[in-house]
């Protein structure tokens, strides 16, 4: 069974420009949440998607959006990139709605913005 | 408002030794306790979750305990390998009418030298 895969594992952009993050979860998991981690501030909460709608939000600024689509693969976008937006981006998938389900997270991507 | 944390925040231990890790939290309501195992440049790998109502679970040479009275959760490794460095992260998870909020701890960076 594939885990959770995200694209692309390593980005370059530069200030101001806007970037499209995938996740693809694991087969039949609908749930899928990203995170942002920092060397600073560890593993922040930004979105949870389940069944195509935004479940849960983190304290993250508008330019910070998400979507998911029928077949439960995630994007994440961020426009207007700040230097602060360099981190390791995570997408987690699980089976059901919440619970104690076990979530299983993909390598992230590596952004840096220069 | 919400927080975990971990201490120590780093620790080196000699291979074969054992060691533990500490979480406190204020979250709440609680509805279950997390330890992930974090490899550098990877995704985190759940170890245990918990749930109120227990107080040990156990993943091969990894212990968690839980104490829901004190809100302290403790994550013992047992004979250490090399392979055991990597950051754990402790994570709460509430729940409040089926959504589901995680608080993530900055994670305790363990370092296993031979």
């Known amino acids: 069974k594939a885990g959770v895969t995200q694209t692309p594992r390593y980005l370059i952009k530069t200030r101001g420009q806007q970037v499209t993050l995938s996740c693809s979860p694991i087969s039949g998991h609908r749930s899928v949440s990203w995170y942002q981690q920092t060397p600073g501030q560890g593993l922040q909460f930004l979105f949870e998607?389940?069944?195509?709608?935004?479940?849960n939000k983190g304290n993250f600024p508008g330019r910070f959006s998400g979507r998911q689509f029928s077949n439960s693969r995630s994007e994440m976008n961020v426009s207007t990139l700040e230097l602060g937006d360099s981190a390791l981006y995570l997408c987690a998938s699980s089976f059901l709605d919440g619970g104690n389900t076990e979530a299983f997270f993909g390598q992230g991507t590596r952004l840096t913005v220069v | 408002k919400n927080q975990v944390e971990q201490s120590p925040q780093s620790l080196i231990i000699l291979e074969g030794k054992n060691c533990t890790l500490q979480?406190?939290?204020?979250?709440?309501?609680?509805?279950?306790l997390r330890w992930y195992k974090q490899d550098t440049g990877r995704g985190p790998v759940s170890l245990t979750i918990m749930t109120f109502s227990e107080n040990t679970k156990s993943n091969g040479r990894y212990t968690a305990t839980l104490d829901a009275d004190t809100k302290q959760s403790s994550l013992h490794i047992t004979a250490s390998q090399l392979s055991d460095s990597a950051s754990y992260i402790c994570v709460v998870v509430s729940a409040n009418f089926g959504n589901e909020k995680l608080t993530f701890g900055t994670g305790t960076r363990l370092t296993i030298i031979p």
């Open positions: 979480c406190n939290y204020t979250v709440s309501p609680f509805s279950n």
């Open positions: 998607y389940f069944s195509e709608t935004q479940r």
